[in-house]
């Protein structure tokens, strides 16, 4: 949960609450607020509200609950004359900026104007690696003319921090503390994303800004830029960003005029969302009779605009909302509105007590039978090495498509390969070794489904067929499973020593001895007996013979 630090004194006097009022309206917002010994208060802000990670979207959401102000509207727009030419950068391809006249900073403000920034970048912008902001002093500007594009580790710029020293980009991105964390993030191999304000570099994103458009105390515009790998992300950033800081006393918004290949747009898009909420819904899931003033009025003070129509509502959140996805948002906006204290308790109607699964059912019986037999549980990954299923003949598998290691780039369509795997870490221990194992695997398909197996495996100075046969035949017959054996053949298995295991025509297993030659692959120096069953298959061959 983000937390945000604010001088004491600072939200009263923006919301002209007390301290004990601010606490109880904030706490409706899903806030938590703590005031420090330090002259600070603590603010724990929801995730999904980015738009009160400052003071002043903080205050117009307070606003709002408290009915002082209703709906959105689209705060002063001018045109900038900022152009800005974006050539995307491959590994950073997107950009948007805007202008924000009046915001006025003071000492006290930059602090928080950073921590804006920080929570953003953590947040929506993924540590930087989907999006990263940069705040310039628009008065700053050496040019009105812009370019973003990759420039040559050679140029050279004056990062933040160490005015009159220019340096090229391969030594800012190296001796940098926020070049060392950054630098990666979108490096090629011959060059970096940069922002020029016509022949200098004004930034790198997402790593740092220039010192030649610092912003300081006194600092009264600012240009705004975004960048990232998501252009949604971005535009939606600065959206953020632009409509709070629009909420200062006098400020208003300069768009910015983006050209990439011939095509121009303008940012910030100022982006709205319309999502239609049936009349009945508020009612039917909070559990109240509403009618519809209540409704909109509800909405309209969580600074929705909102259309009444006899089927239900059409409400437009605006651009600083992101947590509006669907219908189930705005009735959550119309309880924070009305308030849970006066919602009330219901109790449900029917008593409902929940069951375990058939399947849960079946694999905890047969884990005490395997145990029973003597058998020790094993627990492995889905994942498994595309090396080990060659090695055991299990051609035929589903594999990962950006795999973080190779060894667990593939799913497994077999428990085989993992008991073969355990066994082959174990060769030291007391024999008889006797492995089992209850899990999930992929069988290839369109979509590949998973499926619930019970693998078993014994391990021993002298094993055969006969001692697996044993163990599954003890199991099936104790489960009361009908079930016929036919010869069977794979390269994991001994060739007449193996069988399919059927019941009532249908496959529900396999068993049989080990091939030598795959044991020797595995560096396995004993015979090895395994089997393997399906649980889903049994389980419902159970459910359908067994009386109620």
């Given at each position: ?18 301290r ?8 409706r ?24 990670y ?9 606003g ?12 002063k ?10 050539e ?15 915001v ?9 104007l ?12 993924r ?17 009105d003319?812009?370019?973003y594009?990759l ?23 190296e001796?940098t ?5 950054y ?8 060059g ?20 030649i ?6 600092t009264?515009d ?16 600065l959206?953020?960003i632009?409509?709070?800081l ?10 910015v005029?983006?050209?990439q290949?011939?095509?121009e747009?303008?940012?910030?898009k ?13 009612s ?6 509403l009618?519809?003033?209540t ?20 409400v ?8 509006i ?7 959550e ?9 006066k919602?009330g ?13 058939a ?13 029973g ?7 492995q ?10 090695l055991?003949?299990?051609t ?11 060894e667990?780039s593939?799913l497994r ?7 073969l ?6 060769l ?6 006797k ?26 100075e ?20 009908e079930f016929?054996?036919?010869p ?13 295991i059927?019941?009532?025509g249908?496959?529900?297993?396999v ?25 889903e298959?049994?389980?419902e061959?159970?459910?359908?013979t067994e009386?109620?």
């Amino acid at each position: 949960m983000p937390v945000l630090k604010f001088p004491e004194g600072r939200l009263e006097s923006l919301t002209g609450l007390s301290r004990r009022e601010l606490e109880d309206v904030l706490f409706r917002l899903k806030c938590e607020v703590d005031y420090l010994d330090d002259g600070y208060v603590e603010v724990e802000v929801n995730p999904d509200r980015p738009d009160m990670y400052v003071g002043e979207g903080i205050a117009r959401a307070v606003g709002g609950l408290l009915g002082r102000r209703r709906g959105w509207s689209l705060p002063k727009i001018v045109d900038s004359g900022l152009v800005l030419y974006n050539e995307g950068p491959p590994t950073r391809p997107y950009i948007a900026a805007a202008v924000v006249y009046n915001v006025n900073v003071t000492e006290d403000y930059i602090e928080e104007l950073v921590q804006f920034q920080e929570k953003l970048h953590d947040t929506m912008g993924r540590r930087r690696r989907k999006a990263a902001i940069g705040l310039h002093d628009l008065s700053k500007l050496p040019s009105d003319k812009l370019y973003y594009k990759l420039a040559s580790y050679d140029e050279e710029m004056t990062p933040l921090g160490q005015p009159g020293e220019r340096a090229p980009l391969k030594r800012v991105l190296e001796e940098t503390s926020q070049g060392r964390k950054y630098g990666s993030l979108s490096a090629t191999s011959s060059g970096h994303p940069a922002l020029y304000s016509g022949s200098e570099i004004i930034a790198i994103p997402p790593v740092i800004n220039s010192e030649i458009t610092r912003v300081e105390p006194g600092t009264r515009d600012l240009f705004i830029d975004v960048t990232g790998t998501d252009k949604a992300t971005v535009e939606k950033i600065l959206d953020i960003i632009t409509t709070t800081l629009a909420e200062r006393e006098g400020a208003y918004l300069g768009k910015v005029r983006i050209v990439q290949e011939g095509i121009e747009e303008a940012t910030p898009k100022l982006s709205t969302k319309t999502v239609f909420l049936d009349k009945d819904e508020p009612s039917r899931i909070l559990g109240l009779p509403l009618d519809s003033f209540t409704v909109s009025d509800g909405l309209s003070r969580m600074l929705h605009n909102v259309d009444v129509s006899a089927g239900g509502f059409r409400v437009e959140a605006p651009p600083f909302r992101v947590d509006i996805l669907s219908s189930i948002d705005l009735v959550e906006d119309i309880a924070i509105a009305i308030g849970y204290e006066k919602i009330g308790e219901n109790k449900p109607v029917v008593d409902r007590q929940g069951s375990l699964q058939a399947l849960t059912l079946l694999a905890r019986k047969i884990r005490d039978l395997a145990i029973g037999l003597g058998y020790t549980e094993t627990m492995q990954l889905t994942l498994t090495s595309p090396r080990l299923l060659d090695l055991t003949g299990f051609t035929s598998r589903v594999e990962v498509e950006n795999p973080v290691q190779q060894e667990y780039s593939v799913l497994r369509p077999s428990l085989i390969p993992s008991l073969l795997s355990t066994l082959s870490r174990n060769l030291h221990a007391r024999k008889p070794v006797k492995v089992f194992e209850i899990g999930n695997v992929v069988v290839p398909g369109t979509p590949p489904p998973d499926e619930v197996r019970l693998g078993l495996a014994v391990m021993d100075e002298e094993v055969g067929y006969e001692d697996i046969q044993a163990s599954v035949y003890s199991i099936l017959r104790l489960l009361n499973v009908e079930f016929s054996v036919e010869p069977y053949k794979h390269k994991v298995f001994v060739e007449g020593r193996a069988a399919r295991i059927l019941s009532k025509g249908t496959l529900i297993g396999v068993m049989g001895e080990v091939n030598p030659e795959v044991l020797l692959a595995l560096g396995i120096d004993y015979p090895v007996a395994v089997a393997e069953l399906n649980l889903e298959v049994i389980a419902e061959w159970r459910s359908k013979t067994e009386s109620p």
